[in-house]
């Protein structure tokens, strides 16, 4: 049997518990078809280095939700211009790493709505070689869950800014985003939509092509929804605690302070080893005290906010103060 599941829920931590409860915990004798939203958010890949794919300084002036989803590939960007589908089945060797199989019904919908999409490369569709949805998958015992973007209205410079980090010097073992060329769908309608008419638009397609029921989930499975988002999805130690080890170089001038160079050597889970400190900063102490004070910390704004707060932070660096200290570490 095919059920489908909507969630008109737009926080992002939600969404992500909500797959992986119905891949861990329905069923396994069924399949099953989701549509759903987030607010304005980054949707890190599995094995990926948070901070080398975020604007840490874009996403937190915006508010813009970070989450780590179970699925590699890359970084993508979500808002309520943004659709999300996903499928979960039995895994066979027709639908692993095979975006044709999951794709095809999305992108008869979209030919049908006039959209001359296509797919394209290893996980993506497109229009007039532009990005219009990328997908991922993970597989487990047996069972694949393979979600996808629909790039509808989204705000694609708000994508690009939110996905645009820094000049610094990252060195990783994670993996790395590839950029594309992005496109929204909607200006290649036949006939215009809003978001959610094509939402019901797109439901009804699926709907006619997989002769699907609608799973309405009980109040405790809700329940053990919730508890999945609160213990997972909305951590720090999942969304960027479990990053690999890194090291990172940045370089920012401060007005009244000066030159700070700043090398940190970051072990997996997010947590200091190394610092150094170098520039043309005044100071009354060497900043190795303060280097060694920090090694152990998560790179993390609660934690540093309690680690400096016991410190004389102008000991080290005259003219700054801690907040601006801390968005240097953490941008």
């Known amino acids: 049997m095919n059920y489908y599941i909507e969630s008109r829920v737009t926080d992002p931590a939600y969404n992500l518990a909500l797959e992986q409860f119905v891949f861990d915990s329905l069923d396994r004798a069924n399949s099953y078809i989701m549509l759903w939203q987030n607010h304005s958010s980054i949707i890190v890949g599995k094995n990926q280095n948070t901070s080398a794919e975020v604007n840490a300084s874009f996403v937190n002036a915006n508010n813009i939700s970070v989450v780590r989803r179970l699925s590699g590939g890359g970084a993508v960007y979500h808002d309520l211009g943004n659709l999300n589908y996903t499928f979960i089945t039995d895994a066979s060797t027709d639908n692993i790493i095979n975006i044709a199989v999951f794709c095809k019904p999305i992108l008869e919908a979209l030919n049908s709505f006039g959209v001359p999409a296509e797919i394209k490369g290893r996980n993506d569709m497109t229009i007039e070689d532009k990005k219009i949805s990328g997908n991922a998958q993970y597989i487990r015992k047996g069972r694949v869950l393979h979600h996808g973007t629909l790039l509808y209205d989204s705000c694609t410079e ?21 950029k594309s060329r992005v496109s929204n769908i909607r200006p290649f309608m036949k006939n215009d939509m ?23 989930l009980s109040p405790s499975e809700s329940a053990e929804i919730q508890k999945l988002r609160e213990n997972r999805y ?13 090291n990172i170089r940045k370089n920012r001038r401060i007005e009244g302070c000066g030159n700070i160079e700043i090398l940190l050597d970051v072990e997996k889970h997010g947590v200091i080893k190394n610092a150094a400190f170098f520039g043309d900063f005044f100071g009354n ?38 907040d601006v200290f801390i968005s240097l570490l953490l941008e």
Do not use: Q
């Open 158 to 178: 708000m994508l690009t800014k939110a996905l645009n980090v820094s000049d610094d010097k990252i060195e990783s073992k994670g993996i790395k985003s590839i």
């Open 234 to 246: 909305s951590k720090w130690e999942w969304n960027y605690g479990a990053s690999p080890a890194y």
């Open 194 to 216: 809003s978001i959610n008419e094509f939402w019901d638009a797109l439901k009804k397609h699926l709907f006619i092509a997989f002769e699907m029921k609608e799973y309405c």
């Open 285 to 322: 102490s060497d900043t190795s005290e303060l280097a060694a004070y920090l090694s152990g910390c998560r790179l993390e704004y609660d934690d540093l906010k309690l680690k400096l707060g016991s410190i004389n932070l102008s000991r080290y660096f005259h003219n700054i103060n801690e």
